[in-house]
């Protein structure tokens, strides 16, 4: 097993060090789901559910939460994103949604945790916004997809 970059020699938690790294363009993916009800896709589809615009919500959700990270995880560096885009769709097959992000950075290290994080707080966004109708929503499936950049390279998900 390979020594955690996150923990020193006494075994205390510390940020790792990256101010020798090269920046480099960074992309990461990650995506999840939230099932429900296929009621509650009836009156989101139809734009009657009690809080009003749940999807669009939970994407900006997404955005403003995936900005923060640093201030959410203890040792990830704070990142000057690029861009954070947040997608929900809605999946029949599910039944419930789909959520998908992309963050971008140009820096010293990965944005994996920001589009996570993304991912995350969109669902328990729509959580929110749908609790008084549906007591029975799961999210799950919260993984990074791919990242690109930094010395590791490409990396895709299975």
Do not use: N, Y
């Not at 090269?22 to 992309?27: G, L, N, Q, V």
């Not at 929900?88 to 039944?95: K, V, Y």
């Not at 990074?144 to 010395?151: H, P, Q, S």
Request: glycine share 10%; proline share 4%.
């Amino acid at each position: 097993m390979s020594k955690l970059s996150h923990l020193d020699e006494s075994g205390r938690a510390r940020m790792v060090d990256v101010s020798e790294k090269e920046p480099t363009a960074r992309i990461a993916t990650a995506a999840g789901t939230l099932t429900c009800k296929a009621e509650t896709l009836d009156q989101v589809r139809s734009g009657t559910a009690p809080k009003g615009s749940v999807v669009g919500t939970a994407e900006l959700a997404g955005v403003m939460a995936a900005k923060r990270t640093a201030e959410l995880i203890p040792l990830c560096h704070p990142l000057p994103l690029t861009r954070v885009d947040v997608r929900i769709a809605i999946d029949e097959s599910l039944p419930g949604f789909r959520v998908e992000a992309e963050a971008r950075s140009t820096g010293p290290t990965g944005v994996e945790m920001e589009a996570l994080i993304a991912v995350s707080v969109a669902c328990l966004t729509l959580f929110d916004m749908l609790k008084a109708i549906d007591r029975t929503m799961v999210i799950g499936g919260i993984e990074v997809l791919t990242k690109t950049g930094g010395k590791s390279g490409c990396w895709q998900q299975g």
